[in-house]
C-alpha cells in the first residue's frame, strides 16, 4: 500500500509539473511583447498618448477659437453702441429737420400767398379784358385756289 501511495504522489507531482510547465509557456505568452498582454498594453499605452496629443491640440484650437470669438463680440458691442448713438442723432436731426421744413414752408406761404394773390387778380383782369375786346382779323382772307388732285394731275401728264 505504501508503494500505491508513493505512486499517486508521484504521479500527483508529475502532473502538477506538467501542470506548472502549461501556465508558464501560457503566462510568457501572455507577457510576451509581439503578441500578448504586453503588446496590448504597449498599444494602449500609445493610443492613450495620441489621445492626450489630440485633447491638447483640440484645447489650444478651442482657446484660439474662444479667444477671436470674444474679440468678435467685443467688437461688435462697440459697433452696436456707435449705432445706438447714430440712432439718437437721427432721432434728433429728425425733429430739428422737421421744425426747420414746418419753419421754411411756413415762411415760403407767408412770402408767395401774397405774390400768388396778386398774380391771381392779374391773370382774372387780363382773362376780363382779353374776354371783352373785339375781335380783329389782320389780314382779309385771301382768295384759294383748289389744287388739282391726284387724278387730274395724272390725266394732264398723260396728255401732255
Known amino acids: 500500500m505504501e508503494m500505491v501511495t508513493d505512486f499517486l ?3 500527483a507531482s508529475g502532473t502538477a509539473c506538467l501542470y506548472c510547465l502549461i501556465l508558464s509557456r501560457r503566462l510568457k505568452g501572455l507577457t510576451s511583447m509581439k503578441g ?13 498618448e495620441e489621445m492626450k496629443k489630440a485633447i491638447g491640440d483640440t484645447k489650444r484650437s478651442a482657446d484660439a477659437s474662444a479667444e477671436r470669438l ?5 467688437h461688435a458691442d462697440r459697433k452696436a453702441e456707435q449705432l445706438r448713438g447714430l440712432i439718437a ?3 434728433e436731426m429728425e425733429a430739428s429737420v422737421i421744425n426747420h421744413a414746418e419753419g421754411a414752408t ?3 406761404v407767408d412770402t ?9 387778380d392779374a391773370a382774372e383782369r387780363l382773362f376780363a379784358a382779353i374776354e371783352s375786346a373785339p375781335v380783329v382779323t389782320p389780314f382779309p382772307p385771301a382768295s384759294r385756289k383748289k389744287a388739282p388732285s391726284a387724278k387730274k394731275r395724272a390725266r394732264a401728264g398723260e396728255a401732255a
Open 89 to 91: 442723432e437721427l432721432g
Open 70 to 74: 470674444e474679440a468678435a463680440i467685443s
Open 36 to 48: 500578448g498582454l504586453g503588446a496590448g498594453i504597449a498599444a494602449l499605452s500609445r493610443s492613450a
Open 112 to 120: 408767395l400767398a401774397p405774390i400768388l394773390g396778386e398774380a391771381n
Open 9 to 11: 504522489l508521484l504521479a
Open 106 to 108: 411756413r415762411k415760403y
